[in-house]
């Protein structure tokens, strides 16, 4: 385990609220090719095996938040896109085996959903059947569209459980779907009851939440009614994708941009639908307390018993009844796992966290540390900008108020409806209950923070390109500053063209970062024309014959050797005349790049003739320059 001798604490004047924009540590990780926005499968991780683990008594006790990045098989910490798939699976395994329970997947089940249009939208009916029990479960959600017409592939929607503030989306474009949790597992509001009833445990009876019915009725496997809920998002989402399709009246819905929305116990009902099903493109979890954004472990290691939501008293429907048993109070520390990776898995699509600190019992400060933590994933991968957090207060649970909504509403109009613009932001209160909170030993995977240039622009000094000079910086939270390698390094000759140039830094610990930028040398400088001269440069006699003229271009370019140069004009002081008697056509005629014909003649007037021929030299990036010479004919 690190340790950090060092404050590690901001260092901010005492403002009410702080609004940082990530976009600048964004791009100093960004990738080459950036993760999707959203997937078209529930799980595209679905086949990695499950990893073996422990059992509860023989996991190890640790204080930070474990590493997203650190498989449990013992596999090489790997904190790469390519394979975050399979880890996120493991978390996803985790969460399931420690907190909630398994979320079956469709494979046992038939869908079938209708789409009845209304006035204001219309009602979604989605009817699930476990085949291998006939056990039947609806769904009944109504739906609410904009006005207008929709967009070709549909309105973008956002799923709304219980609490779900009025974000106005409909005026931002933007449909709601409700989706009405008791049709899964009944909302018991803290009561410790039964749910062996409820229309998803009649489904899957080898499940149940909450105390055992009474005898001698049957108890299944307790497991968390979280499971179940999100269960039903992802069958709902099902049922969307059937009625898009139906022949008549098809939904109105764009599956590519949908979101899922909801508020305290039903915020945390958003993150785990969110995290556990990748059809969904953003989330936004407001002020969900403990067990959803704020960390077990932080919640324990910060706050006094009773006064935030902890594993040892959270609700025991929600979680599995061993989670309150086995990882309780001192035992928090033995999860394998924390919610900083719940937040995690929704990555690498868009994410919003909000926290309320008027209410203590939401655990705010395990929020803002286990966003910091959830933060540094999306950082890893270069998407920074599709993760944020907005932790005040001054308002009631709950509520949006004023200062929130352009933040929220500008959420949803990047992610849903893909308008470009900055969001993202980290918003904490500057008090000094968050001000003291030293996240570094919490977060001790954290990689260094990269301070790397924007991407350069070089002029190319010769054929080959051009020596360019760049400095960047890595600095870790323990380690303080540490070495930068950049390859190509600088100083290196960078050859005509864009040409990517990594960077890395690798800690003590052991923990890495890498960035990218772009150094493109252009060549933008046209040739120099040194001297231009024409053999011979006065034509004598006066006869009215064709003179061979040969120009010689003495031209210079750094980046072409070779530049083509030829005559792209010839003009004549006199008009050209026509044909007949000793007025002879044509006047020139270009015999070569550099070589042409000069008729000698002239009027007798004034001083003679002045032939003007142009020069053009262009070089193989088209850059041009031009140069004039004369060439007289005295007069008679």
């Not at 910490?77 to 493991?90: G, P, T």
């Not at 989306?169 to 009944?186: E, F, K, M, P, R």
């Not at 323990?478 to 390698?485: E, I, N, R, Y």
């Not at 011979?536 to 072409?560: C, E, F, G, R």
Request: contains cysteine; glycine residues 8%.
């Amino acid at each position: 385990m690190r340790t950090s001798n060092r404050d590690s604490r901001l260092n901010k004047p005492s403002v009410l609220v702080l609004i940082l924009l990530l976009c600048s540590l964004c791009a100093a990780t960004a990738s080459a090719q950036e993760p999707p926005l959203v997937y078209d499968k529930e799980n595209t991780g679905a086949s990695f095996p499950k990893p073996v683990f422990p059992p509860n008594d023989q996991l190890p006790s640790t204080r930070p938040l474990p590493d997203p990045f650190a498989f449990f098989d013992g596999s090489p910490r790997d904190n790469s896109f390519a394979s975050w798939e399979r880890r996120r699976n493991e978390i996803k395994a985790a969460i399931e085996k420690y907190e909630i329970g398994p979320k079956p997947d469709k494979s046992d089940l038939t869908i079938n959903a209708v789409y009845t249009p209304g006035s204001n939208g219309g009602v979604l009916v989605v009817d699930v059947l476990r085949n291998s029990n006939l056990r039947t479960l609806r769904l009944t959600s109504t739906i609410n569209l904009p006005s207008g017409t929709p967009p070709a592939a549909g309105w973008p929607a956002i799923i709304r459980m219980a609490l779900a503030p009025g974000t106005g989306a409909n005026s931002l474009g933007i449909a709601t779907i409700d989706y009405v949790h008791d049709d899964v597992t009944q909302y018991a509001a803290g009561q410790q009851i039964t749910h062996a009833a409820d229309p998803y445990f009649l489904m899957y009876p080898e499940y149940n939440a909450g105390p055992c019915p009474p005898a001698p009725a049957p108890c299944g496997t307790q497991v968390g009614q979280y499971s179940a809920w999100a269960w039903g998002v992802s069958r709902l989402i099902d049922g969307m994708e059937i009625a898009s399709k139906q022949l008549v009246n098809p939904l109105p819905i764009d599956l590519k941009h949908l979101g899922v929305n909801g508020c305290s116990y039903a915020g945390k009902m958003a993150l785990f639908a969110g995290a556990f099903d990748e059809r969904i493109a953003a989330t936004f979890a407001q002020e969900s307390g403990g067990g959803g954004a704020p960390a077990w472990r932080v919640s324990e290691g910060l706050e006094p018993d009773g006064t935030v939501e902890k594993t040892s008293n959270t609700d025991g429907s929600w979680f599995i009844t061993g989670m309150k048993s086995d990882f309780g109070h001192a035992n928090t520390f033995k999860l394998p796992h924390d919610h900083h990776e719940l937040l995690a898995m929704v990555a690498p699509r868009a994410l919003l966290v909000s926290g309320n600190t008027d209410f203590t019992w939401l655990s705010n400060r395990a929020n803002y540390v286990s966003s910091r933590a959830a933060q540094e994933v999306y950082k890893t991968f270069g998407i920074g900008d599709r993760f944020g957090f907005y932790i005040d207060g001054a308002h009631g649970h709950c509520a949006v108020p004023g200062s929130q909504q352009p933040t929220i509403d500008a959420f949803w109009k990047k992610f849903l409806l893909g308008q470009n613009g900055d969001w993202d932001a980290h918003v904490f209160p500057q008090t000094e209950a968050f001000l003291s909170v030293d996240v570094a030993p919490w977060i001790p995977w954290r990689a260094p923070m990269l301070s790397l240039p924007s991407d350069l622009n070089a002029e190319a000094t010769g054929p080959d390109g051009a020596f360019v000079n760049f400095t960047g910086s890595a600095r870790d939270d323990v380690d303080g500053d540490v070495p930068l390698t950049f390859s190509p390094p600088p100083g290196s000759l960078f050859p005509l063209g864009a040409t990517n140039v990594t960077a890395a830094a690798t800690d003590a610990d052991g923990n890495s970062a890498s960035g990218a930028f772009m150094v493109t040398v252009r060549d933008t400088t046209a040739p120099a024309f040194g001297s231009l001269t024409a053999s011979p440069n006065v034509i004598k006699p006066h006869n009215h014959q064709m003179v061979p003229v040969t120009l010689t271009a003495n031209v210079s370019d750094a980046a072409d050797p070779s530049p083509a140069t030829r005559i792209v004009s010839v003009t004549s002081s006199e008009p050209v005349s026509g044909t007949g008697g000793g007025d002879q056509s044509p006047d020139w005629e270009v015999t070569g790049p550099l070589t042409l014909n000069l008729r000698a003649e002239s009027s007798n007037l004034g001083t003679g003739r002045v032939y003007t021929i142009t020069v053009e030299s262009r070089d193989a990036s088209g850059n041009a320059s031009t140069r004039t010479v004369m060439v007289s004919v005295p007069r008679k």
